[in-house]
């Protein structure tokens, strides 16, 4: 009887190898997955620290601020709570003197190498375009308050290649100047800037330039 129980079992196992493979199946699949997800999540965090570049920061955090930046879901530019309005109070209160402003202008228009880094030069430029739409300091219908709502917007200034992003910024400002300018020199100054050129030191001294006109050394944010 215990041969011929044996015998049956083995046929049942040849007519049926699924029955005791299926265990044996799902527990191959199981290691394979949980491979290839670590594999993959192994292989993405490598990528978004090389995006991210030293510390895991993307270059657009301002003052340091977490989940700062125009393209952050957490800016909420014109809200009184967000990041952006972080940032705000921060800009605000280091520009607060007529000599801070001053050197802050007079490092864009040399282009100094210690001059502030850029993200917090357009946080300025929008604080000084946003007060600029109750005196007129903005260039009024046609002027500033256009290059706020596209930087607002997070896409033109933003979205792809960093040297087209800031050259669209550039050629905006531009574009916008003689609204603002207070004499010739100002326009020539400005019309001068090459934006096929090396384009940091331009969209330095465009800032500037802008800021200059606006009043912002004597007028603050």
Known sequence: KNAQHISQNRT???MHPTIIGQPLLLLLCTVLVT??????????????????GPMGKTGKEIYNVPGSGWASPNWNWGSASGTGHDCAMICRDSLSTREARD??????LNSSEHGPPFEEVKLV????????????S??????YGQVLSAMAAADRYE????IECSRFLVEDMKERF?????????IAKMNALDTSADIDPVKRKCAGLVLKCMGFIESGL
Request: include cysteine; hydrophobic fraction near 35%; charge should be negative.
């Open 159 to 162: 979205n792809g290649d960093e």
């Open 12 to 14: 049942m196992r040849s």
């Open 125 to 136: 430029l929008g604080l000084a375009w946003q007060n600029g739409r109750w005196d007129g």
């Open 103 to 108: 050197i802050f202008v007079t490092e864009l």
């Open 138 to 143: 903005d260039g009024g219908r046609g002027g």
């Open 35 to 52: 491979g290839l997800f670590q594999t993959t999540e192994a292989h993405r965090s490598k990528c978004c620290l090389a995006f991210a």
């Open 178 to 186: 003689h609204l603002i300018a207070k004499s010739e020199d100002d």
